[in-house]
């Protein structure tokens, strides 16, 4: 969108100006994905849209959220276009590969993994403790220290 950066995600969500953000989860299938979007709806969190993206042997697969099915999406590089956040939940090595492709596309990138924890220029944010620290984020990746922490 014109809106976004071309280094990607570092618009930040204050470029959304009022409008709900489109959300993707990598990893919408396992353990952390699933808690992921019981979050979501325990919190009411606004979304405009959603997409749910895992392995190629989930893709095609639907789950049924909110009142609504939503079709499970293979994660691809190509995943991203129009997503305003997206949350990694499926393992460092695909954080490693999809996140930048994310933040290319132009979302800020909350990841779950192990990925970037140590990268100094993603910041490691824990939301009771340290939320302020998730708006420096050079790279457009936010990490946290454990997936039980969301």
Known sequence: GAGRLA????????????????????GSTGAVGQELLDLIQERAFPFADLKLLASKRSAGSTQEFMGKTYTVEELTKDSFDGVDIAFFSAGGGRSKEFAPAAVGAGAVVIDNSSAFRMDPECPLVVPEVNPDAAFNRPKGIIANPNCSTI
């Not at 280094?7 to 990598?26: D, N, S, T």
Request: overall charge positive.
């Open 7 to 26: 280094a990607g995600g570092r618009r930040g969500l204050a470029g959304l100006a009022g409008k709900k953000p489109v959300v993707a989860i990598a």
